[in-house]
């Protein structure tokens, strides 16, 4: 056992120097950050911020993952921030009309309306061999207009349905939260056994058993610091302490999509396209198909993150989908790991790499800087994400592992 983990942080350190670094630089990045944003300002490291911070960049860490799923193909999705407008419009629309549709229905008329969006778009860039950039640029045009469109009349629109709103801002209670926290690593242990034991029987290589008992102890550990910092009380004058229910549900699609993306026939052909279309093709693979239906998953997780968004404002407005929604959503999967030469990425970037914005951000926000200052730090630290990814690459491709 000892020489089945030695053997496999002797490859680990092969990985890291041919330029497999994986998360370990925005692991790192995180730690830088949270230093420093802690040592200008003690707040930064709170109870009430760190909670905050799971709401406030839960809206962007949705759509990221479905454009994590663009980049692995080595395309660009640059309408998503108008289609999670698009979506969050006729959310509000329906379900604050006179006559309000029920939640449910709301809701599948946003999603299914955005999927139909996402494959329009990638029907085009399939069949038409238009360029992704130039058909998502149109898009994001477009849906703007269809935006303005569907809002303009009504201004503000506010949003008082109960389960809407509280997607983004209801609680767990304490024990609620820590029921999930046992039933969710309980789920990750059997995963993780079932697996290993299945893998054994075919005689296929594994992980060493304690770097998998390792893995279990981080996620419970990890887990544990979450919930017991979210139960904490966090008002002045009423209690509020509990995990945000959003934060339950961004895990939830986050295990959906990274199942999705490693362990089924579909996540492999994105993989295979994204890293060699033209042998993708030959080897069988429907590459077309593929694409419409990346567009497509895109598309319906901007819906959900358009959701999320006008549920924690309470209200849908003219300029929904706009702002550094765009910029935000692709930045958080570039600097969460995800390479933009396509092939390489995992949905877990996406959440990480939001994660970094948020902090940032928030940071920032606690020192009173400008949002200028924002957009510069967090244009320098997208742009070292990507030299890193290019550096990384050569790095590989030196080694001769692609």
Not at 41 to 60: C, D, H, I, Y
Not at 164 to 189: E, F, H, M, R
Request: glycine share 12%; aromatic share 6%; net charge positive.
């Amino acid at each position: 056992m000892a020489l089945a983990v030695r053997e496999y942080v002797r490859g680990y350190l092969g990985r890291l120097r041919s330029g497999e670094l994986g998360t370990l630089p925005i692991v790192l990045g995180l730690v830088v950050i949270s230093v420093v944003f802690q040592n200008l300002n003690q707040n930064f490291l709170t109870a009430q911020n760190l909670a905050n911070l799971l709401v406030q960049g839960s809206g962007v860490a949705v759509i990221a993952m479905g454009i994590v799923f663009v980049l692995i193909l080595g395309e660009i999705d640059l309408s998503v921030g108008y289609v999670s407008g698009v979506g969050a419009a006729i959310l509000a629309l329906t379900v604050s009309s006179q006559q309000p549709w029920p939640w449910e229905l709301s809701v599948a008329a946003a999603v299914t309306a955005c999927a139909l969006i996402g494959a329009l778009q990638g029907t085009i860039v399939a069949l038409m061999r238009i360029p992704s950039f130039v058909v998502t640029l149109a898009g994001l045009l477009g849906w703007n207009g269809v935006v303005l469109l569907l809002v303009a009349d009504r201004g503000t629109i506010p949003i008082d349905n109960p389960v809407i709103v509280g997607v983004a801002n209801s609680l767990l209670t304490p024990d609620q939260g820590w029921l999930v926290l046992v039933v969710g690593v309980a789920l990750y242990v059997a995963f993780l056994s079932g697996t290993y034991i299945v893998r054994r029987r075919r005689q296929l290589a594994v992980d060493p058993l304690p770097l998998l008992v390792f893995r279990a102890a981080l996620v419970a550990g990890l887990g544990t610091v979450v919930v017991y910092v979210c139960n904490q009380n966090r008002g002045l004058l009423v209690p509020i302490q509990g995990v945000p229910v959003i934060t339950v549900l961004i895990i939830v699609m986050l295990v959906v999509l990274t199942i999705v993306a490693g362990r089924t026939k579909f996540g492999r052909h994105v993989y295979a396209v994204g890293g060699n279309a033209e042998a993708a093709r030959r080897a069988g693979i429907n590459v077309a198909g593929v694409r419409i239906a990346v567009f497509t998953i895109c598309s319906v997780m901007a819906a959900l993150g358009g959701i999320v968004l006008a549920s924690r404002l309470r209200s849908v407005d003219t300029g929904v989908g706009g702002g550094n929604i765009l910029l935000y959503s692709i930045a958080s999967a570039v600097i969460g790991g995800t390479s933009l030469f396509g092939g390489r990425g995992k949905v877990v970037h996406a959440l990480l790499g939001a994660t970094v914005i948020q902090a940032i951000d928030n940071g920032m926000g606690l020192l009173s800087l400008s949002a200028g200052a924002k957009f510069a730090v967090t244009g320098l630290v997208l742009f070292l994400a990507a030299a890193v990814d290019a550096l990384s690459r050569r790095g590989r491709t030196a080694a001769g592992i692609g």
